[in-house]
């Protein structure tokens, strides 16, 4: 495939790509390893649970009073899946066990009950476009995996079978455009970049506009890294929107904001100021596999609405998954309870 630059000059260069990507499969199958992979990123969040679960329980007859329960509380809030949810399965276990020796069976059933709760709504695909290219605009923090969470998703299309466009916008970073076109070369997809410095939104208007030309089915648009409380940065992103509706006017499809798990807390003030300024339609929740505090996906999910639609759990390219709350909780939860003397 052809590697362009947009700009005051262009130019065409050819670069080697990966290997084919693998056959077509639908949004809803789950890839060869699926599970395997999303075990792995979950590990250092499962072995919080695992280890400090098992404490819980090594006390043979043990029974459920306000300790016990406190001891519960501490160990959920380590995960980061946020009060509200470790307060409904306290209050549960209390309700169904309270004098009772402790049952690990129950626990955890209520743990998987009302995590389920609060993420199965928050399960959904990606939205398409109807006619013409699907455009998927990309936000988030410096250093939060945004490019490698946006040469995923490009490999994701094309083991679809999609033709996919990016648009390189983090025109204010050249290290941020270089490396997205590395990450363009290696999978055989095309690329519209600019000028280093030059206005993000016209990098935005060609890319589109060169999906459109060129009948591709995806165009993603990267956006500059900024901070949430960066108020001008973040109502240029309304410009970007504003100048790609103008092409498609149902666009962008999806304004995806890519967080990072290790982030912990400070993801729901990311998930707050992106929402307001860009619009956010969906998150990405990257570097799950560097991560302890995975339980965050929990009160994103909770508190904003906004659906987790994929889930990365490793550094590859084939390392990002469509969210699946059950796999989700199966991998996080598995093992957890095994050893309960």
Known sequence: MALFRFGRKEESTPVPAEAPPAAPQGADTPRAGFLERLRSGLAKTAQV????????????????????LEELRAVLVKTDMGPSAAE???ADVRER????VVDPDVVLD????????????????IARAVSGPTVVLVTGVNGSGKTTSIAKLARLFTSEGKRVMLGAGDTFRAAAVEQLAMWAGR?????????AGCD????????????????????????????????????????????IAKLIPEAPHETLLVLDATAGQNALSQAKGFTDAAGCTGIVLAKLDGSARG?????????????VKFVGVGETADDLEPFRPE???????????????
């Open 295 to 307: 339980g965050v996906i929990v009160p994103v999910a909770e508190q904003f609405g906004l659906p």
């Open 200 to 243: 993000p939104a016209s990098v935005a208007h060609r890319a589109v506009a060169a999906a459109i030309d060129g009948g591709y089915d995806v165009c993603i648009v990267d956006t500059a890294g900024r901070l949430q409380t960066q108020a001008n940065l973040m109502q240029e992103l309304g410009k970007i929107r504003r100048v």
């Open 110 to 125: 209520s743990i998987r009950t009302q995590l389920l709760a609060r993420l199965k709504p928050a399960e959904a695909g």
């Open 187 to 195: 999978l055989g997809v095309e690329i519209v970049r600019g000028e």
């Open 49 to 68: 649970l695992k280890t400090d679960v098992r404490d819980l329980f090594k006390r043979e007859g043990r029974l459920v009073d306000d300790g016990f």
């Open 88 to 90: 409904a399965i306290v």
């Open 327 to 341: 796999a989700f909780l199966a991998a996080l939860l598995e093992g957890a309870f095994a050893v309960p003397g």
């Open 97 to 100: 066990l309270r004098a009772r």
